[in-house]
């Protein structure tokens, strides 16, 4: 049997951090779904395209394995559903302090009860368990370097991004 899983998120923009977990997942399931979701209660900086855009340059600029990976978005909809529609098994969930499975712990158990899928949980890796999209953005407009947390690829369109605001 394909051991199947979907790591979902916002992704405005993929930090090194879920990259990191990205990378890692590779290793424990056969094949991995990128889903970027839309999530209606956040104004993203970049529309959904973008953001998995800049999740493939990423991966081949950080030399990952992508033949495991498939690309999605969700625009609507549950991911509970797109976890079974697709046979996935598994919901990957990066978490950096325990902040983070106090707010992921309902919703693995919510979408347990809507489609049986399971939510693995792993830790982000020592020394990015302070990155978070929203503090990358927030350097970036105030002119620092973000160069440690994101990809050249992510840097750049950042960048792109702000001039043409
Ligand atoms: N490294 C760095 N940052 C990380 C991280 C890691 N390993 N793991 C999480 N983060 C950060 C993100 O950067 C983000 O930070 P930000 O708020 O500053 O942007 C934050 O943690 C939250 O992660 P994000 O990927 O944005 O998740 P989310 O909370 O927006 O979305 C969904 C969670 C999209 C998976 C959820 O809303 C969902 O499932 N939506 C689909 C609809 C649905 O089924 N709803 C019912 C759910 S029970």
Redesign the pocket.
Known sequence: MKHIAVY?????P?????L??LKRATKLFDEVHV?V???P??QPLFTSAERLNMIKQSVRELGVDISPLRFST?E???????AEVHGAHA?I????TVA?IE??L??????ND?SGVETIF?A??PG??Y???????EVAALGGDISKYVTDAVSQKIQEKLNAS
């Not at 979902?8 to 405005?12: A, E, I, K, L």
């Not at 993929?14 to 879920?18: N, Q, R, S």
Request: hydrophobic share 40%; net charge negative.
């Open positions: 979902p998120g916002s992704f405005d993929a930090t090194l951090g879920h990191g977990i889903l979701v839309h999530n209660s956040k969700l609507s909809g549950l991911l509970a559903e797109y919901l969930k990066g978490f950096r983070d707010y992921e309902p919703m693995s158990q919510v979408n809507l792993m982000s890796e990015l368990g990155v978070s999209s929203s503090l990358v953005k």
